[in-house]
Nanobody, 115 residues
Framework: QVQLVESGGGQVQAGGSLRLSCAASGSIFSSNLMGWYRQAPGKERELVATITSSTTTDYADSVKGRFTISRDNAKNTVYLQMNTLKPDDTAVYYC?????????WGQGTQVTVSS
C-alpha cells in the first residue's frame, strides 16, 4: 500500500502562482510514475502532468509553459509549480502514484483562481 498526502492548494488571483506538493509513503518501489490530475465542477477528471522516476515529464496542452512538475526521489515527493494561473485552472487537484500495476490517489486539494 501507498499513502499520498497533498498540500499547497488555495485561492489566488489570475496571473498568480501556487505550488502543490504530494508526499508518498508506504511500499515505495524505485520505478514508479507520479503526477497530477484535476477535476473541475461538472467536468471529467483530466490529466495535468506526469513524471517518471527517471524524471521524464509530460503535460496537458492546456498547462504547457505554465506548469512545471518535478520530484525529489529521496523524499518520495512530487511537486507541481503552477504559474500564470487562469480561472479555468480552478479545480480539485489530485496526486496519483502508479507502480506494479496499481494506482493510488491523494485526497485532493482545491485550487481556486479568481479573475
Amino acid at each position: 500500500q501507498v499513502q499520498l498526502v497533498e498540500s499547497g492548494g488555495g485561492q489566488v488571483q489570475a496571473g498568480g502562482s501556487l505550488r502543490l506538493s504530494c508526499a508518498a509513503s508506504g511500499s515505495i518501489f524505485s520505478s514508479n510514475l507520479m503526477g497530477w490530475y484535476r477535476q473541475a465542477p461538472g467536468k471529467e477528471r483530466e490529466l495535468v502532468a506526469t513524471i517518471t522516476s527517471s524524471t521524464t515529464t509530460d503535460y496537458a496542452d492546456s498547462v504547457k509553459g505554465r506548469f512545471t512538475i518535478s520530484r525529489d526521489n529521496a523524499k518520495n515527493t512530487v511537486y507541481l509549480q503552477m504559474n500564470t494561473l487562469k480561472p479555468d485552472d480552478t479545480a480539485v487537484y489530485y496526486c496519483y502514484y502508479f507502480q506494479l500495476g496499481s494506482v493510488y490517489w491523494g485526497q485532493g486539494t482545491q485550487v481556486t483562481v479568481s479573475s
